[in-house]
């Protein structure tokens, strides 16, 4: 069983020729909405891959709450530990670029009431061997307590230290496993790493220190991850982008629920880089995240 608490959006889309410059008009070609938020993007992804999963958080009383929760519902995600809140849901604006780049602005609203209490509700709701995500788009103080309610009921942890905050390398410490991208990971150890032997030696140096399963993603260019002092790398598909929005949280996702089904950590991460591409043929976050056997067919 896999629970994920964190945060709950409606995405309001705007797709450019380009991606604008600071004080810079574009044009728009296209507008659409479509349910997101980090935390409900991974529920639905692990759901989508076959796990059983519950979500915790909160929307609010508005018209964006039902629709920010419809494909989780659909899905079959248990959403009794999400509230109603008197703030409004999260919202996140999007601009996505013609080759699938983008730039996010999110509002917390309803996200940021979900306080320390539900999240010890969450994790009392758990048992030992179950899997806990977390990231970064509800309060601190949230994260922080649910991660040690959890260590000391022996529920395995996973951290995407998405988006990058304040406290993102210290509330990183106290996970299991840790899932960060190129930029998140020069936090996490404190200086630039780009070149792969570099990588390498800063992923086996910070996990000797932590004891964490550390976990990179790069884009383009796959996945890279320390488990138990070994190294491993995996790649994704050779696509044309349509949309990156949500391929990171597919890729949280598919990892937390092949370890939860019992794969190996090479296939975990094999799966979960194919998902992640396939997540990036098509427009919307939630919309994106592949089916099963849609991955299952291009391993």
């Known amino acids: 069983m896999i629970t994920v608490l964190g945060s709950i959006n409606m995405d309001l889309i705007a797709s450019t020729e380009r991606l ?3 004080g810079e008009t574009v044009a728009g070609s296209n507008f659409s909405t479509a349910a997101g938020g980090k935390g409900a993007n991974q529920a639905l992804a692990a759901r989508r891959a076959g796990s059983q999963v519950a979500m915790a958080g909160a929307v609010g009383k ?3 709450a039902d ?3 419809a494909l989780l519902d659909e899905a079959g995600v248990d959403l009794s530990s999400v509230r109603r ?3 409004p849901t999260g919202t996140a604006l999007i601009l996505v670029g013609r080759t699938g780049e983008n730039m996010i602005a999110v509002v917390p609203g309803a996200n940021g009431t979900v306080g320390e209490e539900q999240a010890i509700a969450a994790v009392d709701a758990m048992r030992k061997g179950d899997i806990l995500m977390l990231q970064l788009e509800i309060p601190a103080a949230a994260v922080e307590a649910v991660l040690k309610a959890a260590r000391s009921k022996g529920i395995l942890t996973v951290i995407n230290t998405a988006p990058l905050t304040a406290d993102a390398a210290r509330l990183a410490r106290l996970a299991d ?3 960060a991208n190129e930029t998140e990971f ?3 150890t404190g200086k630039p790493v780009v070149e792969r032997e ?3 030696a800063a992923l086996r140096a910070l996990a000797a220190e932590t004891g964490q399963t550390l976990v990179v993603t790069l884009g383009a260019e796959g996945v890279v991850a320390i488990r138990d002092g070994r190294i491993f790398t995996a790649e994704g598909l050779a696509i044309e982008p349509v949309d990156t929005v949500g391929a990171g949280d597919t890729f949280c996702g598919y990892l937390a629920a092949s370890l939860e089904q019992g794969l190996d950590f090479a296939a975990a991460l094999r799966r979960a880089a194919v998902a992640g591409s396939l997540a990036c043929l098509t427009r919307g976050a939630q919309p994106s995240i592949p089916l099963a056997g849609d991955v299952a ?3």
Do not use: Q, Y
Request: no cysteine; glycine share 0%.
């Open 177 to 179: 496993i840790v899932i």
């Open 198 to 200: 570099a990588r390498e």
């Open 85 to 87: 809140t008197e703030e």
């Open 62 to 64: 508005d018209t964006f």
């Open 67 to 69: 629709p920010a929760l």
């Open 20 to 22: 604008p410059k600071p």
């Open 186 to 188: 020069e936090l996490l």
């Open 297 to 299: 067919a291009r391993i």
